[in-house]
């Protein structure tokens, strides 16, 4: 047997490593590799809820905080809201509840994993707002377009212990409407 002696050039590297643990069985190519580890770890969530007959003009609020005990970094991978009109999207951070609205129990997106998420997540409270992050739009149709629009809210964040975000929707349309939102996360 021979020495064998590892390539020091990169591009020689690069083509010696193998990018299949990027890559699905059927070799689609995995989006966010490190959501997905998260995942096959039992550390990957989810939490959605789905609000129907919001009156125009209303709103509603989702809830999200990394509580201050919790022992975990949470970090979001994406907020989505859907709804079936044009609606108005505000984020804050750093707010305060007033009341306690309804728990929503976060979803292991391994579903094999017994891990249990540290976020608590909630909607249908009373709270104080905090610092306006960001304020966007979900499109909405009209006539015979009206097909509804979906969000994503922005770009990815990291919640260190005892930080929360809100996510407020207010139907813009002259009818009432359906609005879901729903986060991705994962921990460590």
């Known amino acids: 047997m021979g020495l064998i002696i590892p390539p020091t050039d990169p591009r020689q590297i690069e083509r010696a490593l193998d990018d299949s ?3 699905f069985v059927d070799n689609t190519v995995i989006v966010n590799p490190r959501f997905f580890k998260k995942i096959y770890e039992g550390y990957g969530f989810a939490a959605s809820h789905r609000f129907t007959g919001v009156a125009s003009g209303s709103s509603i609020d989702m809830y999200f905080e990394n509580l201050s005990d919790s022992g975990r970094t949470v970090y979001i991978v994406a907020v989505e809201v859907t709804a079936l009109a044009q609606c108005y999207i505000d984020v804050y951070r750093n707010n305060t509840i007033s009341s306690p609205g309804t728990p929503i129990t976060p979803l292991n997106l391994n579903l094999g994993s017994s891990n249990a998420s540290v976020a608590h ?8 707002y ?3 992050a960001k ?10 377009e009206a ?3 979906h969000a994503e809210i922005g770009e990815s964040a990291v919640i260190p212990l005892g930080y929360n975000f809100l996510v407020h929707v207010t139907n813009a ?3 009432s409407t359906d609005i879901a939102v729903e986060i991705l996360w994962w921990e460590e």
């Open 135 to 144: 304020d966007t739009l979900c499109p909405g149709g009209s006539k015979k």
């Open 130 to 132: 905090g610092t306006l």
């Open 173 to 175: 349309s002259a009818n």
């Open 147 to 149: 097909v509804g629009g």
């Open 121 to 128: 997540v909630e909607y249908g409270g009373s709270y104080s």
């Open 21 to 23: 643990l990027l890559r």
